[in-house]
């Protein structure tokens, strides 16, 4: 059973524009959400994060928007850059014990 | 880099075979997490240890086993492995017992099960 989900496996977005990547979560229990990124042969490394107290966080160009009563979290990249091409997770947690990750979505920003 | 060291990097063994994954975490970090990633699949959360106990079982197979060690090194043990095995491991670190810090991740163990 997937707790959380990312709809899309890829999106294509040109340099200089806005990168909105979805996921979708099922259990209303989880409290605390985060965004990773993974490049190609790395591990994914931390981007951003929300707590469900809140409903958007901003670090630079990436925002995450949270909406608890449609269980869905957004991750706003604005400007996208070339370097911002790499696959994207997110996951949630429940009080902070085990996360779930959803399936990841590829980013491609083309110059 | 993340300062998680995860060895080997790479690791091609047989059906039915047994290995053993290891993994260091940062420096001063008490909670070690195992992920697995298998093909168009997400991080599917294995286990977690904190400060050498099991602090958190998830999707872990009876097959596979893990532990932490005193000087918190973690190993991910996979014994009787079968072709679905084959996956990317990962490992990462959190200072914190129940994981409302972030996770710091290792660049992952590809097994691959021939």
Redesign the interface.
Known sequence: D?Q?K?NSPSLSVQEGRISILNCDYTNSMFD?F?W?KKYP??????LI?ISSIKDKNEDGRFTVFLNKSAKHLSLHIVPSQPGDSAVY?C?A?E??????????TSLTVIP | DSGVTQTPKHLITATGQRVTLRCSPRSGDLSVYWYQQSLDQGLQFLIQYYNGEERAKGNILERFSAQQFPDLHSELNLSSLELGDSALYFCASSSSRTGDEKLFFGSGTQLSVL
């Open positions: 997937q959380v990312q605390y985060l990773y042969a790395e591990g994914p490394t931390f994060s997770f996951a947690s009080h902070g014990n085990q996360f779930y990750f959803g399936t990841g």
